[in-house]
């Protein structure tokens, strides 16, 4: 496993990345980047910290030390130990880095149990899993396409969507452009499949991938978001956005230019049936959603205790319709934990003895997330209200020995001074207000999917596996014990019949 001096070593491998128009030479120093790299590489540290290995690592059965959440999960015990390990690196951000190095152990994680699904290319699916396990790379994925013209469908956009454009005896060629790379700047490899509503057609299988491609790839670039590290190493200190300038997980688009993909990094080729069913058979949802929903509510840990404290600054957090809002955040965040427990503690049963989180509580997760954050979001903006925008420009006003006064005064808060309400307050706008704060709502809203395809999903998986009968014959039970006439079932007593009672 990587320490984080050999994780951000691993880094300058002659990546191509762009912002604001030019190529970045080194993601590690650039002031866009780095601070969100030692985030990443603190995790890798914590691996081989002694207080923290047992919580993060166990034993494959390889005799690898892997992080837990990247091996094979047998048993609802060692999705507990999983939850745990993936709460503890959550932690490391308050939850506000998603696209953790574990994130993507969602996927890789099954590919042993799954390898058959693969077909032919069954091996490289083990050969996979164990190179994970046994390195712990960090892995960003593209599995949407990018929004050109999504009224057609993808062989009506081959100038845009990935597809292999050329095959060779060692591998193919592969083009097009896939979205939203999390992450992707810090990563090691780039995992591309297709995800979404709507499947691939039977008019052209050349976009039917799944595979794996180094981030140093000839021909990958990466065209990323603006860089709110940069913004705030540039407009601000760690004082103005304690956040953003070190938990950007900076987004990007992906553009392969024809790139080489060698057969051993090949899940799926020209195979409509495997690039179509991946994230339906393979596991890959639940486990997903397994570790959203625990990001999530280590996530709501950091809201709920920074909301008792902004309302406690303000002398507000006595006030009865305060504790009713505050009450709402820890009615949330105790919800995401019991279905981070339920997917755990009762996991379904896959092939060769895999134990998989539980999907109606992963379902529950998808659909209740997105409305999850934007409810805490809206929450902070009424109860802490106005506090947000009197907040002086930055950290420098309090060291101009003009203004420091009138701060002392005028800024103060119930028990804490003017500099400890601040600097609390400027934490609260990191998370809702800034640009960084805006992204993350976007991101938890669209995190599991789009809004409709989630709730479909719940109803189709519902239907799948008889759920829904059970539960309209349920229904039926309670519609048979009566017709027109009557009661059916002896338990009642009609109009019509006579009661004898006994005493």
């Not at 009224?151 to 292999?164: C, G, I, M, T």
Request: glycine content about 8%; overall charge negative; some cysteine.
């Amino acid at each position: 496993m990587y320490s984080g001096k050999e994780y951000l070593e691993s880094l300058n491998d002659g990546r191509v990345v762009y912002l604001n128009g030019e190529q970045i030479q080194d993601v590690t120093t650039h002031p866009a980047y780095r601070n969100a790299a030692r985030s990443y590489a603190r995790m890798y540290d914590a691996l081989h910290d002694p207080a923290t290995r047992d919580i993060l690592t166990t034993t494959t059965e390889f005799g690898d030390r892997t992080h837990k959440f990247f091996k094979t999960p047998t048993c609802a015990e060692d999705l507990l130990g999983a939850r745990d390990a993936i709460a503890e690196w959550a932690r490391l951000s308050y939850g506000f880095m998603g696209r953790t190095p574990d994130y993507k152990a969602s996927f890789t994680g099954h590919l042993n149990s799954f390898a058959h699904f693969y077909e032919g290319f069954e091996e490289n699916a083990k050969a996979w899993y164990k190179k994970t396990t046994k390195e712990l790379p960090f892995i960003n994925h593209t599995i949407i396409n990018p929004q050109v013209d999504r009224s057609k469908p993808l062989h009506e956009n081959k100038d845009a969507f990935v597809r292999a454009v050329a095959e060779r005896d060692d591998g193919i060629i592969v083009s097009g452009a896939k979205m939203v790379g999390t992450a992707s700047a810090l990563t090691h490899y780039n995992f591309v499949a297709n995800y979404g509503p709507n499947d691939l057609g039977e008019g052209d299988n050349s976009h039917a991938l799944i595979f794996f491609v180094p981030m140093n790839a000839p021909g990958l670039k990466m065209i990323s978001r603006q860089s709110y590290e940069l913004h705030a190493v540039t407009n601000g200190t760690p004082f103005d956005y304690p956040l953003s300038s070190r938990f950007d997980e900076n987004d990007a688009v992906i553009v392969l230019d024809n790139v080489f993909i060698p057969w051993e990094n090949v899940l799926a080729y020209r195979n409509i049936a495997v690039s179509n069913n991946f994230a339906k058979v393979s596991g890959f949802i639940p486990r997903f959603t397994f570790h959203g929903c625990t990001r999530l509510a280590v996530k709501l840990d950091f809201m709920t205790g920074l909301l008792l404290k902004a309302t406690e600054a303000a002398g507000t957090k006595n006030f009865r319709g305060v504790q009713t809002k505050i009450g709402e955040v820890v009615a949330l965040r105790n919800m995401f934990w019991g279905l981070s427990t339920a997917m755990a503690t009762d996991p379904e049963q896959g092939p060769n003895g895999l134990a998989i989180p539980n999907s109606f509580s992963s379902s529950a997760y998808r659909a209740l997330a997105p409305l999850a954050w934007v409810k805490v979001k809206n929450i902070f903006e009424q109860v802490v209200a106005g506090g947000l925008i009197q907040l002086p420009s930055s950290a420098k006003d309090f060291l101009n020995q003009d203004l420091r006064p009138y701060l002392n005064t005028y800024y103060r808060g119930t028990g804490v001074n003017a500099e400890e309400r601040v600097k609390l307050l400027k934490m609260v706008w990191d998370t809702i207000g800034t640009e960084f704060g805006g992204r993350h709502e976007l991101y938890e809203v669209n995190y599991a999917g789009n809004h409709e395809n989630i709730n479909m999903e719940a109803l189709f998986h519902f239907e799948a596996v008889g759920a829904a009968d059970q539960n309209k014959a349920f229904v039926e039970s309670a519609l048979n014990d009566y017709d027109l006439k009557g009661w059916t079932n002896s338990t009642w007593i009609n109009a019509t019949e006579k009661q004898s009672v006994k005493l």
